[in-house]
């Protein structure tokens, strides 16, 4: 492997290698077909433990990080072998990959050999484990999802009914007699992409029929899956129209005509969208987990950075308030304030235990979850709106018997614009408002993000405050015209408007899960419009801006 190929393949910077006598033992783990969600839980257990991690496909070092919950920056975590290619950059033949995984095996610790789909259907790994047994080496097989089933069933075929009990698998070759195949039920080919046109009519020619569906499905399993679905007279032509390119698992039989009402992964409302975030992976966890659920394909641009204040003796002045006893409640708005407090009580040697008698409240669901996640319990969350306002609501009054301390301790950020102080003083509550941490503008995304941003590259931007408008508008531009602008309330949208933005989506009530569910529905009475109009399901991206006449405002 070349010193480029390296340096593309790993994801961070790799342990120290070990030098104990004793050899170590190999996990063969299958990954699936492509979905990261497909990966067993022992698999996800063995990568977290591996100390080698033995690539296979180029999508491998990204499904590390994604178990692992590393950012391509990260440091730390196993070493990777590519266990794929050689260092000429040509593949590696079985033999050559065993010898690979019985080198790294013996240099002790847990080997985790990555394979696509799973270990033993279709694969290398038969070999691989009879070296390691050769050696005298441990081993064990974790089953994965092959892509022969996954990926027709992501397409809606399914390869066995009641009618249609027998199912062959072919991975196509020049040794293959067809003849053999042709009154096969259903019959599933692997790695026919490029010799489709030569399979279809050898099977004409042995006696199946010309008029027999079939569906070619490319990189299944994954946003970027499309199906063909034809005849085994034209596949070969439409393939080619279609441009279908391997990875492909490729369907015969009458069992494709299922596909036309079972058909599920591809038509969800965000298929294949590409969803602009402006938030960080960190804040923007749940939102885009939301976003996958429906097909989409989120991507993070931050806009503000969390900075520590520019005078932090107000903090420390009121954290030492809070170990003393000077508190009665302290208040978060926010997860970033649960953040910056607690990383001033590590600062400090503290622990959660200094809470003890102090009541806690949380602004809402996610901020209260941060509290959890301390090993905490929220005693106020609003029981209406998620908001300052909501908490005011359900906040108690002041009650000189019951309340021996009325102050409560408000971390917050420098810009925040909520008016918690005011309606807790009119409660009879004394306030501390202290400057926890700085927003600022985050430096502006690469290039090609920004100008994605302009030319409409995007299908849709969320945003989930007046700040995230300002500040991408700020640092990267307004979003094209083509681009769904979806935000999550009333003075979100009018900054958004402010801003010279046409919004589209309007979140039911002010919650990102109902930010997002709004989104699909607007993506799902998108689709339907298209359908009956006898267009073509296209993304927001693929249309120009004149044609773009359904758009219309859609709540939750």
């Given at each position: 492997?070349?010193q480029?190929?390296?340096?593309q ?9 070990r ?23 022992r ?5 977290r433990?591996?100390d ?14 994604t ?27 079985h033999?050559?990959?065993a010898?690979?995984v019985?080198?790294q095996a013996k ?13 033993f ?20 097989v ?5 892509s ?6 992501y ?10 009990r ?6 196509a ?16 080919l ?6 489709i ?6 099977l ?12 070619m ?9 499309l ?16 441009r279908?390119t ?19 992964f ?29 097909g ?5 641009v ?11 003796l107000?903090m ?7 170990v ?5 409640w302290?208040?978060?708005t926010?997860?970033?304030?649960v ?41 106020l ?6 908001s ?19 102050r ?5 950020a ?77 003075a ?9 933005l ?19 529905d607007?993506g799902?009475?998108?689709r ?5 109009a ?23």
């Open positions: 492997m070349t480029a190929q390296r340096a393949t790993a994801v961070t910077p790799t342990r120290a290698a030098t104990t006598a004793k050899a170590g033992r190999v996990a063969f783990v299958g990954s699936g077909p492509g979905d990261p969600g497909l990966l067993t839980m698999a996800a257990d063995l990568i433990q591996a080698i991690i033995i690539t296979e496909g180029p999508d491998h070092p990204a499904l590390v990080r178990v692992l919950g590393l950012p391509e920056s990260a440091e730390g975590g196993p070493e990777l072998v590519d266990g794929g290619f050689g260092e000429d950059g040509q593949p590696l033949t033999a050559a990959r010898k690979v019985v080198r240099r002790g610790g847990l080997v985790v050999r990555l394979m696509t789909g799973d270990p259907v279709y694969a290398s790994g038969p070999e691989e484990a009879a070296a390691c047994a050769r050696s005298g080496l441990e081993f064990e974790v089953p994965g999802v092959s022969a089933a996954a990926v027709p069933a397409a809606g075929i399914p390869l066995t009914t009641k009618d249609h027998e199912v062959t698998v072919v991975t070759g020049d040794k293959i007699d067809w003849r053999r195949h042709a009154d096969t039920k259903t019959l599933v692997l790695s026919a992409v490029n010799s046109a030569d399979i279809a009519a050898a004409v020619a042995a006696g199946r029929d010309p008029e027999t569906p079939v569906a499905t490319r990189t299944g399993t994954t946003t970027d899956q199906t063909v679905t034809s005849t085994l007279e034209h596949i070969g032509a439409d393939a080619r129209a279609a279908m391997p990875p492909a698992v490729t369907v015969v039989g009458e069992v494709v005509a299922m596909r036309e009402a079972l058909s599920w591809e038509t969800k409302p965000l298929y294949g969208w590409r969803i602009l975030v402006p938030r960080t992976k960190e804040q923007a966890g749940s939102l885009s987990a939301r976003l996958r659920g429906f989409g394909v989120p991507e993070e931050p806009t503000i950075s969390v900075e520590p204040p520019r005078n932090p107000q420390d002045k009121a954290v030492r308030g809070l003393e006893g000077r508190y009665e302290i208040a978060f926010s997860a970033n304030a953040k910056a407090v607690r990383e001033k009580f590590e600062e400090y040697g503290l622990d959660a235990r200094a809470f003890s008698g102090l009541k806690i409240a949380a602004v809402g669901d996610k901020t209260a979850a941060a509290i959890a996640d301390w090993g905490l319990r929220a005693d969350t609003p029981s209406g709106e998620q300052a306002a909501g908490l005011l609501e359900d906040w108690p009054e002041y009650d000189e018997l019951l309340d021996p301390i009325n409560v301790f408000l971390p917050r420098d810009i925040a614009t909520e008016n918690l102080v005011a309606g807790l003083v009119d409660l009879g509550w004394e306030c501390d408002d202290v400057t926890a941490y700085r927003t600022v503008r985050a430096a502006p995304p690469p290039a090609p993000v920004r100008d994605a941003i302009k030319t409409g590259r995007f299908d849709a931007v969320v945003f989930t405050s007046s700040s995230t408008v300002r500040n991408l508008v700020g640092i990267a531009g307004k979003p094209h015209p083509s681009t769904v602008i979806a935000v999550i309330g009333p979100t949208a009018k900054t958004a408007e402010e801003h010279g046409r919004v589209d989506v309007l979140a039911s009530t002010p919650d990102v899960d109902r930010l997002v569910d709004a989104l699909a607007f799902a009475a998108r339907v419009e298209l359908l009956e006898g267009q073509p399901v296209t993304r927001p991206s693929e249309r120009k801006p004149s044609s773009r006449k359904i758009r219309a405002k859609r709540g939750g």
